[in-house]
């Protein structure tokens, strides 16, 4: 063995960073010390509903908790650094953060968004918007051709997930780009809840909106609810703070807390996520019991070069199907020891659900059918487990499922 000391600009894959600073920047960005009279090292709970003003309508700078506080400054500064943006407004949940997006739209305006997409932003854009004459078309926008056709003149968003929520395909976001901002009026916006802003940043890849399910990866603890809409567009910004105003659909001072304190450990959980869950996908795909496995990090997968090239990996979201009917579904969930059977993704522990009866029921039958989400789709969310632990349970439950 050598004696030589190692090459400290030697890169393994144990150390490369996603990006260059990340964790630097969640851990520290709006964290600073001295903006507290104590020094606190850890950002104060600021459970204040309203602030002293030294002169009448001069708040210094808060004035009401829904319009700012500073627990809230505070994550919101480390939620922009960690998408390598200018600005972050947090919201009372990631539907909330959705419903501020299109509240900056008017009667009469139109939406193209993915048709693969989350449950609640399929059910919230059909029998929410469309009460305020707000058009959607839901389109496969994995196919640019489709997404620059369904265009209109009165578009003014652009909604796509990548990877898709629950069937995992991936919209090739600087194409997507190119073709919205042909109209420099319509506006590109990502959810990238599933990937999270350690995996993939689409402001730099020419999105214009960034919005997450903070909820979700971000918090990483199953103990907060909430959403965030990031940007660059400062005129935008203002629209979202206005509404956290307005609207106050804000969360509490206490979650913005926790977090916060989530983001902290983002980089290293998202490493566990996406390792545990290439060993799952991978186990899946070798098994009897399974038909097709969805995953973008595996080859198989048919935009595994595209996944490659926009993001800087392939985090915790596995979705396959097995092989049987709705009554092998069932059993396979019942039968699973570790896995719990629950909606919601991303926390430390590992969760399974089936999509066409929970998280996307409010999608109709045929919409789901031509979509994919059949009564076999399962869709896994890899926690931080014992890697071995976690294939040994599937392993028990599909054989017991499938025999």
């Known amino acids: 063995m050598s004696s030589e000391p190692p090459n400290k600009k030697q890169k393994t894959s144990e150390c490369v960073e996603t990006f260059p600073g990340f964790a630097t920047a969640v851990i520290h960005v709006g964290q600073n010390p001295d903006q507290w009279a104590s020094k606190s090292v850890v950002p104060l709970i600021s459970l204040s509903t309203t602030f002293k003003q030294d002169e009448p309508a001069k708040p210094d700078p808060y004035e009401y908790t829904r319009g700012g506080n500073p627990t809230r400054s505070v994550l919101e500064a480390c939620l922009a650094a960690s998408e390598r943006a200018k600005y972050a407004h947090v919201a009372s949940s990631g539907l909330a953060a959705t419903s501020m997006i299109t509240q900056t739209l008017k009667s009469g305006d139109h939406i193209v968004t993915m048709n693969d997409l989350y449950g609640g932003t399929n059910r919230y854009f059909r029998r929410v918007v469309a009460k305020f004459d707000i058009s959607t078309s839901f389109v496969d926008c994995t196919d640019l ?24 395909r991936i919209v090739d976001i600087e194409g997507a780009a190119k073709i919205v901002h042909k109209n420099p009026e319509i506006l590109l916006v990502v959810d990238n809840t599933f990937m999270s802003p350690y995996f993939q940043r689409p402001l730099d890849l020419g999105a214009d909106i960034v919005m997450h399910s903070i909820t979700k990866y971000i918090n990483g603890h199953s103990d907060v609810l909430m959403g965030v809409v990031i940007t660059n567009n400062a ?14 659909a804000v969360p509490s001072p206490f979650d913005c807390y926790l977090a916060n304190r989530g983001l902290k450990t983002l980089h290293v959980r998202m490493k566990e996520h996406e390792r545990n869950a290439v ?22 997968h048919p935009q595994h070069d595209l996944a490659k090239k926009q993001c800087k990996g392939f985090s915790g979201m596995v979705s396959f199907r097995i092989k049987g009917n709705l009554q092998t579904s069932q059993e396979f969930l019942k039968t699973l020891k570790i896995f719990v059977l629950a909606e919601s993704l991303g926390g430390f522990e590992s969760l399974a659900e089936l999509p066409a009866a929970m998280t996307h029921a409010s999608v109709s039958p045929e919409e789901r059918a031509v979509l994919g989400i059949t009564d076999t789709l399962i869709r896994l969310s890899i926690g931080l487990e014992s890697i071995d632990d976690l294939i040994d349970d599937l392993d028990q439950a599909l054989k017991h499922a499938c025999q």
């Open 145 to 168: 051709n489709k997404l620059e056709e369904a265009i209109q003149p009165n578009t003014k968003i652009v909604w796509i997930e990548s990877p898709t929520n629950p069937t995992l």
């Open 235 to 248: 005129e935008f910004a203002q629209k979202m703070h206005f509404l956290q105003l307005a609207v106050g």
């Open 279 to 300: 060993a799952v996908a991978e186990y899946l795909e070798s098994s009897p019991h399974v038909e097709r496995v969805y995953y973008p990090g595996l080859p198989s």
